[in-house]
């Protein structure tokens, strides 16, 4: 069953997005060469409960940390640790912020100083297929129009979009229905309707869509070893169109 939500319920999942998104604004200036993801962390566990909220990710499903750090080949899901992020490495970090009893959650891939021309097209691509998704969003559409919006953006700059992992609607519980895959058909699946709140994250590889799970049973890679990148936003469906409930961009 898909949750809609009211614009007041909608509103109190944007003060959750505010604060993930300044947390996010306070990683993204410690994303350096030198510190490690477990350092960031415990800042952004830290910011997050200092705002009197709780991180969503800490403990889900037995998950030990407050953010995923996953770095380079990594796609998502990974345990932050020792892990020291180098000069042209790519970060994708995923926060979840859950504040009076609402969640938002969002991802960003960071550079971690100057990347190459693959490393800087990925993210660029990625980033421009959330919102080729994200503005399908009006009440009407469907939601194979958005995933066919992501999948059609990614496809045409001849990279792969990772078909087993998906978006998922989001609300009092981080993953609620529906799943949204960042493929499809347009004109299929459920029609949108305003209170429907969707976590929109396409997922891409570098090299090709196929994936592969890490010995910890959490972390998961591109099969192939290639870079890959990653880029959510929580979003609502409104009388007037998508509103993004976790507005960040690196150049804020």
Request: charged residues 20%; proline residues 8%.
């Amino acid at each position: 069953m898909i949750i809609r939500k009211t614009p007041e319920q909608v509103d109190q999942m944007a003060a959750a997005g505010d604060i993930l998104v300044r947390c996010m604004k306070m990683l993204g200036s410690k994303a350096r060469p030198g510190v490690t993801t477990g350092e960031l962390d415990a800042a952004a566990e830290k910011f997050i409960r200092s705002q009197g909220a709780i991180p969503s990710f800490k403990g889900y499903r037995g998950f030990p940390g407050s953010i995923c750090s996953s770095p380079n080949s990594m796609v998502v899901h990974g345990i932050p640790g020792p892990y020291e992020c180098k000069r042209g490495d790519i970060l994708s970090v995923d926060i979840g912020v859950t504040h009076e009893g609402w969640v938002a959650d969002a991802a960003m891939t960071f550079p971690i100083g100057p990347l190459d021309t693959e490393a800087r097209r990925l993210l660029e691509v990625t980033k421009a297929s959330l919102f080729a998704g994200i503005e399908q969003m009006h009440p009407g559409n469907h939601l194979g129009d958005v995933s066919s919006a992501i999948q059609r953006s990614v496809e045409a700059e001849g990279l792969s979009i990772i078909r087993t992992l998906v978006g998922h609607g989001v609300g009092r519980d981080m993953h609620e229905e529906p799943q949204v895959p960042n493929f499809g058909e347009p004109g299929k699946g459920p029609e949108l309707e305003e209170g429907m709140v969707l976590a929109i994250e396409p997922m891409v590889n570098a090299g090709g869509p196929l994936v592969r799970m890490g010995d910890d049973g959490w972390s998961v890679y591109s099969e192939d070893g290639s870079l890959a990148a990653h880029f959510e936003f929580t979003v609502a469906v409104t009388p007037d169109g998508p509103r993004v409930l976790t507005p960040w961009h690196e150049s804020d």
